[in-house]
RNA sequence: GCCCGGGUGACAGAGCGGCUAAUGUGACCGACUGCAGAUCGGUUUUAAGGGGGUUCGACUCCCUCCCCGGGCACCA
């Protein structure tokens, strides 16, 4: 069975056939650094964090490049405003923003090109987009002109006549048609500048990124993926760009769209101020949680935030990670030596779950009802831990919940171990169960409420005493 | 105005031309329990925006209307 997933070009369901046998060229728009990340940020993010994962678990080789923008008129913007030079404000940005996403395990991206590193690309595409006859020069400033370039619009489905250019964003004067985007901008006073053929500047907002998939992936590539506001014009730009500088195409075989995440209706934005920063939902959630609850939907859906929809993603995420500890102390301390009957059942339940898990994620990458199934898995082994499993059973169990997780990018904390905690706390937990046995309660009673002070839960079970992380 | 999505229990949110319409959360009851915590079982809502069409059969396909969101040259 093949991948299939929804191609945005053709609004279709479609088999996954890499360009180049197993080698995925896969390439998303990363987040310009010019401020702090927020959630919208990260659930776009993630969504091609596991679709590549998932492409890998699959045996794709994919490579997985996802730009900097170092350059821009919200850098610029910014800069001015607080009086950060650029480059400070990109290095701070970035750094943060790949410690927040790496929290959240967002770590499959093979390399991070930014586009100051490519003005040489970017220069020379420029170059060629005027020499066939698309691109003109006005004031220093280079246009594409969008009236050459009739596919202009097959992405989103726009009609050019139809659209309002400068229905948001005053049109420039220099520009022949108010459709026509900037490929090269003329340097302002106090901005970074670069030297070009006319004159000093800066790239136009679009550019890079066909500068670069054409540097690392060639003229056609597999994978583009973006949130879906990004489609109309940045995507549509980045097509005629390419299309028209190769004339092969398409300049991208699969472009995939995230939904966006809104907040009481509306999408999370800087400049709407209803965003959620990063940084503080690290803070109040476990970045688990975070993971979870975007994970916890499809990947093309739009998701309404609300502090009841974390609430309930805190639950149920906390619900399979007990399942997942609760295996671990079952293996540790109560595996049967005789195989049952739940044995067998729960082994195949354990198959049949990573069975649906790989069906449903060949249907574009359906988390949701993968997870559904991880659900059910959970509640099954919860009630057959009561009786008790062998230890091979409690393995397979568990394996399931490694192998789904490491795609999804959840339980990795849970399956880390720790010698020296788990030493220190089979003590203290013997310590307890003495005092438990002379009912001095008092003493057992400070053991467990010390250990809830620094975040250690200590629970006492059918099967002894166990202790988790909180 | 134009283009693109979407409308499913209390809430979130999947799938499917026919099955009991997943799964999760919440609420209630019960089991277990020194307490706490967790888990399990049960119960829980006449659940498909309105209208029309295709079909033996429509939540699913088509048309139309209403409502919500995204985009229209800033943005994940």
């Not at 299939?4 to 056939?17: I, Q």
Request: proline share 3%; hydrophobic share 35%; with cysteine.
């Amino acid at each position: 069975m093949a991948v299939k997933v929804y191609n945005t070009l053709t609004r279709k369901l479609e088999d996954f056939e890499p360009i180049h046998g197993n080698r995925v060229n896969m390439f998303v728009c990363g987040v310009t650094p010019y401020d702090h990340t927020h959630l919208g940020h990260a659930k776009t993010l993630i969504g091609f964090d596991v679709i590549a994962k998932y492409l890998r678990y699959r045996g794709y080789s994919v490579l997985y490049i996802q730009n900097v923008t170092d350059v821009d008129d919200n850098l610029i913007n910014r800069s001015k405003q607080s009086g950060v030079p650029v480059p400070d404000l990109v290095e701070k940005f970035f750094a943060l923003q790949l410690e927040e996403m790496g929290a959240l395990n967002m770590d499959s991206v093979n390399i991070y090109p930014r586009a100051t590193e490519h003005m040489k690309e970017i220069l020379d595409q420029v170059k060629g987009l005027i020499e066939k006859g698309y691109a003109y020069e006005s004031n220093g400033n280079v246009y594409f002109e969008v009236g050459k370039f009739p596919d202009f619009g097959k992405l989103s489905k726009q009609v050019l006549d139809k659209l309002q250019a400068g229905a948001r964003v005053e049109v420039d004067e220099n520009k022949r048609n108010p459709e026509d985007f900037a490929l090269w901008k003329a340097e302002k006073p106090g901005e970074p500048s670069w030297d070009s053929p006319w004159g000093r500047g800066r790239p136009g907002w679009h550019i890079e990124d066909t500068a670069m998939t054409m540097a690392y992936f060639g003229e056609q590539y597999d994978i583009h993926g973006g949130a879906t506001e990004l489609m109309f014009p940045h995507h549509e730009a980045e097509i005629a760009q390419a299309e028209a500088l190769t004339g092969k195409e398409p300049f991208v075989k699969y472009w995939l769209h995230t939904g966006v995440l809104n907040v009481d209706g509306e999408k999370m934005s800087k400049s709407l101020k209803n965003f959620w920063r990063l940084q503080d939902a690290l803070e109040e959630y476990d970045p688990g949680v975070i993971r979870f609850y975007l994970v916890n939907a499809h990947y093309r859906s739009p998701i309404e935030l609300t502090e009841e929809s974390f609430e309930e993603s805190k639950q149920g995420y906390e619900r399979l990670v007990e399942t997942v500890q609760n295996l671990q102390f079952a293996i540790k301390a109560q595996a049967r030596d005789d195989r049952t009957e739940r044995d067998d059942e729960i082994e195949k339940s354990a198959r049949e779950t990573i069975q649906k898990f790989e069906e449903w994620m060949d249907n574009d990458f359906n988390t949701r009802e993968a997870i559904s199934h991880l659900f059910m898995l959970s509640t099954k082994i919860n009630t057959a831990l009561k009786k008790g499993l062998t230890k091979e059973t409690l393995e397979k169990a568990l394996s399931v919940y490694d192998t789904i997780g490491d795609v999804l990018g959840l339980f990795r904390k849970e399956l880390e171990q720790d010698m020296v905690v788990d030493g220190l706390m089979e003590f203290l937990v013997e310590m307890r169960e003495k005092a438990r046995e002379e009912k001095n309660f008092e003493v057992s009673d400070e053991i467990r409420d010390r250990l809830a002070k620094i975040g250690i839960l200590l629970e006492d079970t059918q099967d002894g005493p166990r202790w988790k992380r909180r």
